[in-house]
């Protein structure tokens, strides 16, 4: 008796739970896409760049890119399921709401691709700075004039730093809203019982 009364709420309860994940989702998504989109435009000509001297091209690098870029249009899938939930929440039918336990879980799993998608992109940041590092390190300090074989740091170089701090960003909105989402609609489920 007490686990039917965890797994349901008031009636208009549910309405209000399902416009925040469609709202959240709709906006997580946008956010995601556009700076996923942004993000992969970027690596994709900088790989493309025959004069790129950063090891972005093969290795580590070459898995963490693809793999935070893959799993960041996971998430991007997983925010359109959160206004697909939302829809199912505000509907009328009752048969097709989903208890709280289960849209707990769809935000947890939510949470796990986007962690998973910053680990990548983290690995991926670190070994982009130390290439750029070791190419500071290489110039003499105190040189005016730089030998035409040395390496500098280019323009593309700083792109793809910043593309990686776009997917971050991105990363942390796939953390931070359904988060506070899972926070919200405990709050809502919990004011009925």
């Known amino acids: 008796m007490s686990t039917n009364l965890e797994l ?10 399902g416009s925040l994940l469609r709202l959240l989702g709709w906006s997580g998504f946008w956010i995601q896409f556009v700076l996923t989109i942004v993000s992969g435009l970027i690596l994709g000509f900088a790989m493309l760049d025959p004069n790129l001297n950063l090891n972005l091209k093969s290795g580590i690098s070459l898995l963490s890119v693809i793999g935070g870029i893959t799993a960041l249009a996971l998430s991007i899938y997983w925010f359109f399921r959160y206004v697909l939930l939302g829809r199912q929440l505000s509907g009328s039918e009752q048969a097709l709401h989903p208890n709280r336990k289960e849209t ?40 005016s004039v730089y030998p035409i ?5 280019e323009p593309i170089d700083i792109f793809v730093v910043q593309a990686n701090i776009s997917m971050i960003v991105a990363q942390f909105v796939g953390i931070v809203i359904p988060f506070w989402l899972a926070s919200r609609v405990e709050h809502h489920w919990e004011k009925t019982l």
């Open 104 to 143: 707990i879980h769809i935000l947890q799993l939510g949470v796990l691709v986007n962690l998973a998608a910053m680990l990548l992109t983290l690995v991926g940041i670190e070994t982009i700075v130390g290439s750029l590092l070791l190419k500071t390190l290489s110039v003499p300090q105190g040189v």
């Open 149 to 153: 074989g040395q390496q500098m740091i």
């Open 8 to 17: 349901t709420s008031h009636p208009s309860e549910r309405p209000q739970s």
